[in-house]
């Protein structure tokens, strides 16, 4: 991991713009969330930001255990820690990965160079990484950041992760040391940090739940409505966290109806395209029909007067049809021949079984016949390719006519 590569500032308003800049960022520099869930990782952000002013929301580069890198969003700064009636301040990274809200966050504690963690320790591993059942037991949308830094804080508090390193002192001067119970530093081990340098104070005033009683001398008015004003808080803290679970359950609702549109809004669209494009087909079929119309239309035209002399007795059959060129003229002639070669064949067939042909005879007509007929029939489908090349032709000259 490096350093992160931009830092807003602390102020409530430019948190909200800082947040909404990066997560809307598009192309090659963008985060790698979805938009379904950017606006919920916003919204968890600010209200964390919000219990918590000392976590800032960043951006920084994240590299997997595989060595892949990736650029995410992680909140950096500390978090409270009661312990023994003082409260301390411990530096955490709050890693949002690409899965978030769906999977818990990653966590890691943030020694300083003066500061060691504890080993071993129930939550914390050797690299930092933290891991408490909150984390184990995550279930979205129920679980958020805020509940989540609360148990930590609560986790640490019974066994702290972190303890500054004795320097030597050339005056050396009796220091107290703090006692687990089980297993006692020795004299000259280790202490609790306290984070005297730095972002870090050495000790914070401990929040109001955890002071102590007060004396007899405090005034009863004081005391009364000091403990109304943390009951008030605490009757508020609690319906602004209601609130916020009904508003997140409310949020996955309208992100899973959002979906079933986006998913009939790709159906729709679907089923347009195919509209369209039988729109095409039958508009080109249209134009095949139209052509062919012209043609029919212009033959009538032209047969028109011969009509005139069909109740007359001097019609010549051979004279009544007449071919528009020679591929048509000689695919009737061949079509003729083979019709009429069946019907000799057919004769022959008769003649035979009446016995006015003899078989032999019958044999070699039925021959010469044959290859009569099978000269004719390729002679017609040679005709008839030559025809269908001609027809392509002028019917790509028409629709240039149309077109233009």
Request: proline share 10%.
């Given at each position: 991991m490096?350093?992160?590569?931009?830092?807003?500032?602390?102020?409530?308003?430019?948190?909200?713009?800082?947040?909404?800049?990066?997560?809307?960022?598009?192309?090659?520099?963008?985060?790698?969330?979805?938009?379904?869930?950017?606006?919920?990782?916003?919204?968890?952000?600010?209200?964390?930001?919000?219990?918590?002013?000392?976590?800032?929301p960043?951006?920084?580069?994240f590299?997997?255990?595989?060595?892949?890198?990736?650029?995410?969003?992680?909140?950096?700064?500390?978090?409270?820690?009661?312990?023994?009636?003082?409260?301390?301040?411990?530096?955490?990274?709050?890693?949002?990965?690409?899965?978030?809200?769906?999977?818990?966050?990653?966590?890691?504690?943030n020694?300083?160079?003066?500061?060691?963690?504890?080993?071993?320790?129930?939550h914390?591993?050797?690299?930092?990484?933290?891991?408490?059942?909150?984390?184990?037991?995550?279930?979205?949308?129920?679980?958020?950041?805020?509940?989540?830094?609360v148990?930590?804080?609560?986790?640490f508090?019974?066994?702290?992760?972190?303890?500054?390193?004795?320097?030597?002192?050339?005056?050396?001067?009796?220091s107290?040391?703090?006692?687990?119970?089980?297993?006692?530093?020795?004299?000259?081990?280790?202490?609790?940090?306290?984070?005297?340098?730095?972002?870090?104070?050495?000790?914070?005033?401990?929040?109001?739940?955890?002071?102590?009683?007060?004396?007899?001398?405090?005034?009863?008015?004081?005391?009364?409505?000091?403990?109304?004003?943390?009951?008030?808080?605490?009757?508020?803290?609690?319906?602004?966290?209601?609130?916020?679970?009904?508003?997140?359950?409310?949020?996955?609702?309208?992100?899973?109806?959002?979906?079933?549109?986006?998913r009939?809004?790709?159906?729709?669209?679907?089923?347009?395209?195919?509209?369209?494009?039988?729109?095409?087909?039958?508009e080109?079929?249209?134009?095949?029909?139209?052509m062919?119309?012209?043609?029919?239309?212009?033959?009538?035209?032209?047969?028109e007067?011969?009509?005139?002399?069909?109740?007359?007795?001097?019609?010549?059959?051979?004279?009544?049809?007449?071919?528009?060129?020679?591929?048509?003229?000689?695919?009737?002639?061949?079509?003729?021949?083979?019709?009429?070669?069946?019907?000799?064949?057919?004769?022959?067939?008769?003649?035979?079984?009446?016995?006015?042909?003899s078989?032999?005879?019958?044999?070699?007509?039925?021959?010469?016949?044959?290859?009569?007929?099978?000269?004719?029939?390729a002679?017609?489908?040679?005709?008839?390719?030559?025809?269908?090349?001609?027809?392509?032709?002028?019917?790509?000259?028409?629709?240039?006519?149309?077109?233009?």
């Amino acid at each position: 991991m490096v350093p992160p590569s931009s830092t807003p500032p602390p102020n409530s308003q430019r948190t909200l713009q800082f947040l909404s800049s990066v997560l809307s960022q598009r192309g090659p520099s963008s985060l790698p969330y979805t938009e379904d869930t950017k606006w919920l990782i916003r919204q968890h952000l600010l209200s964390l930001v919000s219990d918590y002013p000392s976590l800032e929301p960043k951006t920084a580069t994240f590299t997997h255990n595989d060595g892949r890198s990736v650029n995410l969003l992680q909140a950096d700064g500390t978090i409270p820690m009661p312990f023994r009636g003082v409260t301390y301040n411990i530096p955490v990274i709050i890693w949002f990965m690409e899965s978030y809200p769906r999977y818990p966050p990653a966590v890691y504690v943030n020694p300083t160079r003066d500061m060691i963690i504890k080993r071993p320790h129930p939550h914390v591993s050797p690299s930092g990484l933290v891991s408490i059942p909150y984390l184990h037991n995550w279930i979205y949308p129920s679980s958020n950041l805020v509940d989540f830094v609360v148990n930590l804080s609560s986790a640490f508090s019974l066994d702290p992760p972190l303890y500054s390193q004795r320097r030597p002192n050339p005056n050396p001067t009796p220091s107290p040391s703090i006692n687990y119970g089980h297993h006692p530093p020795p004299p000259q081990g280790p202490r609790l940090a306290h984070f005297a340098a730095g972002p870090y104070p050495q000790r914070v005033q401990p929040p109001k739940q955890l002071q102590a009683p007060p004396t007899s001398t405090d005034d009863v008015a004081e005391v009364y409505k000091r403990n109304a004003m943390n009951k008030l808080a605490e009757m508020v803290h609690g319906d602004i966290i209601g609130m916020r679970k009904a508003r997140e359950v409310e949020m996955e609702g309208l992100f899973s109806a959002q979906a079933v549109l986006r998913r009939r809004e790709e159906e729709t669209n679907k089923g347009l395209k195919e509209m369209q494009d039988e729109k095409e087909a039958l508009e080109q079929q249209l134009q095949f029909v139209s052509m062919n119309t012209d043609v029919l239309d212009s033959w009538i035209r032209e047969n028109e007067g011969k009509t005139k002399n069909l109740g007359k007795n001097n019609v010549n059959v051979d004279e009544t049809i007449h071919c528009v060129d020679v591929l048509s003229k000689q695919m009737l002639d061949c079509t003729a021949a083979d019709l009429a070669i069946k019907d000799a064949v057919y004769s022959l067939d008769k003649a035979v079984q009446n016995g006015a042909v003899s078989f032999d005879q019958y044999l070699r007509n039925v021959r010469l016949l044959s290859r009569e007929q099978f000269l004719h029939k390729a002679t017609a489908a040679k005709v008839k390719e030559a025809q269908m090349q001609a027809q392509v032709a002028n019917m790509a000259s028409r629709i240039s006519h149309f077109v233009s």
